[in-house]
């Protein structure tokens, strides 16, 4: 896929995430953030020519991102982002985590798609 492709993904991904949260269908709406975030870290990842194909190449690309821009948000988001990553399987975040988590989750995919147009 490329660049593009991967960042249209993340838009829709992030798309199918309100809805799902919409519905309350939690596990489900968490994997799609997770994977909105996913996937506009690996259009970043794809433009630099970084490795991308495993979770640890992404945790090491967010902080890669990170250091380039001198700003840690660009490392703490993929964090925030795990955390729904594990809500997809587990279903243990509580609401409040949700009600706080998200828009930061949502923040961080923006801010990657952001860099991808500048």
Known sequence: MTEQEYAECARKFLADSDREFAA???QQASEKLYGAANEALTAI????????RTHRDMKLASHQLAEEYNE???????????????????????????AVDRPAA?????????????
């Open 106 to 118: 949502r923040e961080y995919v923006y801010r990657l798609l952001k860099l991808l147009e500048d």
């Open 24 to 26: 309350g269908e939690r």
């Open 72 to 98: 840690p948000f660009l490392a703490c988001g993929f964090v925030v982002a795990e955390k729904f990553r594990d809500n997809s399987i587990y279903d243990d975040m509580e609401e409040y985590e949700i």
């Open 45 to 52: 990842a794809v433009r630099r020519g970084w490795n991308h």
